[in-house]
Antibody, heavy 117, light 112 residues
Framework: EVHLAESGGGLVHPGGSLKLSCSAS????????MHWFRQPPGKGLEYVSS????????RYAESVKGRFTISRDNFRNSLRLEMDDLRPEDSGIYFC??????????WGQGTLVIVSS | DIVMTQTPVSLAVAPGQTASISCESS???????????LYWYLQKPGQSPQLLIF???SRFSGVPDKFIGSGSGTDFTLKISRVEAEDIGVYYC?????????FGQGTKLEIK
């Protein structure tokens, strides 16, 4: 069974940093591209970032480009998102999502990030 | 970015009836391999999204046949037959033909 467990969320001041982690199990992590999506409080779903299975290529939403960095550790079956220069509009639940090879399929339960003074 | 327009925003359906949700994309959603990159997710209250339909009309593993996706080009529909209490939540369409993946605004399904 696929299991994705996010951690690292919390309350941070504007301009601060946070590092999210996702622990993956139940599938071949080293063969799967991975994504981060987010959901602002009371709103819909947004794409944040993607990384290829080997970790050599990554993509970002324009709104986070230059501030967020996605990475992975295929030995530890883990995905990370380093978030710098955080803004209030970055607040929300951040989801770690597995890719089937063609589309996002399984989602973790999410971790809450609140950016507020 | 590709814009996804989903209607209605909310929908109240009596138990046993059929719900229908529409999704329109600003561009055709066919990729270079001929796949239709349109997906439907359901987010039940307090849960993370779960994939229902991939490539416009294929049901994901474990999804019952009451969920039917259809459409092509830029217009897509999700029908939920025999609606019951466990179907409530917010339904989202998503395009996967090009990054950034983009979602419709969501349709909240309630039971009358």
């Amino acid at each position: 069974e696929v299991h994705l467990a996010e951690s690292g969320g919390g309350l941070v001041h504007p301009g601060g940093s946070l590092k999210l982690s996702c622990s993956a199990s139940g599938f071949n992590f080293t063969s799967s591209a991975m994504h981060w999506f987010r959901q602002p409080p009371g709103k819909g779903l947004e794409y944040v970032s993607s990384i290829t299975s080997h970790g050599r290529n990554s993509r970002y939403a324009e709104s986070v480009k230059g501030r967020f960095t996605i990475s992975r550790d295929n030995f530890r079956n883990s995905l990370r998102l380093e978030m710098d220069d955080l803004r209030p509009e970055d607040s929300g639940i951040y989801f770690c999502v597995k890719d089937s090879r063609y589309y996002p399929d399984y989602w973790g339960q999410g971790t809450l990030v609140i950016v507020s003074s | 970015d590709i814009v996804m327009t989903q209607t209605p925003v909310s929908l109240a359906v009596a138990p046993g009836q059929t719900a229908s949700i529409s999704c329109e994309s600003s561009e055709r959603l066919v990729d270079k391999d001929g796949r239709i990159d349109l997906y439907w997710y359901l987010q039940k209250p307090g849960q993370s999204p779960q994939l229902l339909i991939f490539e416009a009309s294929s049901r994901f593993s474990g999804v019952p046949d009451k969920f039917i996706g259809s459409g092509s080009g830029t217009d897509f529909t999700l029908k939920i037959s025999r609606v019951e209490a466990e179907d409530i939540g917010v339904y989202y369409c998503m395009q996967g033909v090009r990054l950034p993946y983009t979602f419709g605004q969501g349709t909240k399904l309630e039971i009358k």
